[in-house]
């Protein structure tokens, strides 16, 4: 089973600077179908996950573009353009194919 | 717009089976075919992955939990079900239902505390 391991584990960024986020694998998860199935949530504070990302790079509908995904193989990111307010939460990669699981999750504040 | 809704007891014994249901709306379980899943969440803590089953009845678990979980479907009802047996209180969390391999509908989520 694929293990998923978030860094950093905590992000303290200045509203509209950059954020990243990495996830990393220890297995590859190529599904049969030939997709990656490599999904990005973020839950705000005391609420339910939302997914923002599926198929490693495809936003939700409703998710502002700010919100990007990357990568391949092993390796993948978040990444937001530049940080609002709402944005607050705490993020969770998850992989569905593999033995589904989530990263640890990374929660981002406003510095 | 599908919608999923958790339902069951909010407190359940030490030793007990925790039982859950997840109602699934707005598509039809037997002519839509997808895995339904269960995650949960204990206080503080980030989100895991208890397991799954398919329409057709297959199911995946966390290797975690397999001795103690079992999820079952009924899609007359549209519902898929958890149990989760001889609970102890580090099973204490909030309970989500999801849909699909990527997760794409979540239900609220209901807590569920083991006390006695």
């Known amino acids: 089973d694929a293990v998923m391991t978030q860094s950093p584990l905590f992000l303290s960024v200045t509203l509209g600077q950059p954020a990243s986020i990495s996830c990393t694998s220890s297995?590859?998860?190529?599904?049969?179908?030939?997709?990656?199935?490599l999904n990005w949530f973020q839950q705000r504070p005391g609420q339910s996950p939302r997914r923002l990302i599926y198929?490693?790079?495809n936003r939700d509908a409703g998710v502002p573009d700010r919100f990007s995904g990357s990568g391949s193989g092993t390796d993948f990111t978040l990444q937001i353009s530049r940080v609002e307010a709402e944005d607050v939460g705490v993020y969770y990669c998850?992989?569905?194919?593999?033995?589904?699981?989530f990263g640890q999750g990374t929660k981002v504040e406003i510095k | 717009q599908v919608q999923l809704q958790e339902s069951g007891p909010g407190l359940v014994k030490p030793s007990q089976t925790l039982s859950l249901s997840c109602t699934v709306s707005?598509?039809?379980?037997?002519?839509?075919?997808?895995?339904w899943s269960w995650i949960r969440q204990p206080a503080g803590k980030g989100l895991e992955y208890i397991g799954r089953?398919?329409?057709?009845?297959?199911?995946n678990y966390n290797p975690s939990l397999k001795s103690r979980v079992t999820i079952s479907i009924d899609t007359s009802k549209n519902q898929f079900s958890l149990q989760l047996s001889s609970v102890t209180a580090a099973d204490t969390a909030v309970y989500y239902c999801?849909?699909?391999?990527?997760?794409?509908?979540w239900g609220q989520g209901t807590l569920v505390t083991v006390s006695s």
């Open positions: 999801a849909r699909g391999v990527a997760l794409d509908y």
């Open positions: 707005g598509v039809s379980m037997s002519s839509d075919p997808y895995f």
């Open positions: 089953i398919y329409a057709s009845g297959t199911t």
């Open positions: 297995q590859s998860f190529v599904f049969s179908d030939g997709n990656t199935y």
């Open positions: 198929k490693v790079s």
């Open positions: 998850f992989q569905g194919t593999h033995g589904p699981s």
